[in-house]
C-alpha cells in the first residue's frame, strides 16, 4: 500500500472547520508537512511539525501529530471558498530530504 | 517565505526536441534540489535528487539518458527532457531545499510540457 494516505475529497462549507487527515507509516519520520496546490500551480508550504511534537498552531491551521498510530491533520478554521484547493501531506525520512507526498484531498468550500 | 522559481511555465514542443527547464532559488541558497513530476489528479512522484556540483540521484525506473540534470550553482537546477515524446507530456516541478534550513523545501510553480 501507500507510505502515505489521504482522504481523497472533502466538502465543508464556508465558515466552517475543515478536518483534512493523513496516517504515514515510516515511525524514523523526522518532519511531516502540509502543503497546498491549487489548479496549475506548484505547491506552497503551509505548516510542519517536528516529529517530537503533538501540536502546531499557526493563524486558522492547527496541526496534530499522533505519533503513535501514525496519524497527522490538518484543521482549518473558519474555512473560506479561497481556501478550495488540494491539500497534501508529505513525510520526511532521515538527512536525504526527500519527501513522501499522499495522494492528496480536494477541500470543496461551498458559500 | 523563500521564493523558487521555475521557468517556463508552459511549453509546447514537437516530438524529438529538447526541453529545458530552470528551476532558481532566489533569495537562498539551495544545496540540493528535487525534481518531480506529477499526472492529472495524482500525486507528486521524486524523479531525481540534485545536489550542486555532484551528479544528480535518479529514483528507480527514472532514465538519467532522458532527463539529465545539472545543478551548476547553488541558486539553479535545470532539467532537460531529451528528444521529447508525446508520453513525456506532464507537470514538471522543482523544489529547492533551504540550505540553512534543511527540513524545508520551497516549491517552483510547475512547467506544463505538452509534446505533439
Known amino acids: 500500500g501507500e507510505d502515505v494516505e489521504q482522504s481523497l475529497f472533502l466538502s465543508v462549507r464556508e465558515g466552517d472547520s475543515s478536518v483534512i487527515n493523513c496516517t504515514y507509516t515510516d515511525s524514523s519520520s523526522t518532519y511531516l508537512y502540509w502543503y497546498k496546490q491549487e489548479p496549475g500551480a506548484g505547491l506552497q508550504l503551509l505548516t510542519y511539525?517536528?516529529?517530537?511534537?503533538d501540536m502546531k498552531q499557526d493563524q486558522r491551521l492547527t496541526v496534530l501529530l499522533n505519533k503513535k498510530d501514525k496519524h497527522l491533520s490538518l484543521r482549518i478554521a473558519d474555512t473560506q471558498t479561497g481556501d478550495s484547493a488540494i491539500y497534501f501531506c508529505?513525510?520526511?525520512?532521515?538527512?536525504?530530504?526527500?519527501?513522501?507526498f499522499g495522494q492528496g484531498t480536494t477541500l470543496q468550500v461551498k458559500p | 517565505g523563500a521564493v523558487v522559481s521555475q521557468h517556463p511555465s508552459r511549453v509546447i514542443c514537437k516530438s524529438g526536441t529538447s526541453v529545458k527547464i530552470e528551476c532558481r532559488s532566489l533569495?537562498?541558497?539551495?544545496?540540493?534540489m528535487f525534481w518531480y513530476r506529477q499526472f492529472p489528479k495524482q500525486s507528486l512522484m521524486l524523479m531525481a535528487t540534485?545536489?550542486?556540483?555532484?551528479?544528480?540521484?535518479?529514483e528507480q525506473g527514472v532514465e538519467k539518458d532522458k532527463f539529465l540534470i545539472n545543478h551548476a550553482s547553488l541558486t539553479l537546477s535545470t532539467l532537460t527532457v531529451t528528444s521529447a515524446h508525446p508520453e513525456d507530456s506532464s507537470f514538471y516541478i522543482c523544489s529547492a531545499r533551504d540550505a540553512l534550513a534543511k527540513n524545508i523545501q520551497y516549491f517552483g510553480a510547475g512547467t506544463r510540457l505538452s509534446v505533439l
Open positions: 511539525i517536528f516529529s517530537n511534537m
Open positions: 540534485s545536489n550542486e556540483g555532484s551528479k544528480a540521484t535518479y
Open positions: 533569495d537562498f541558497q539551495a544545496t540540493t
Open positions: 508529505a513525510e520526511s525520512r532521515g538527512n536525504t530530504g526527500k519527501l513522501i
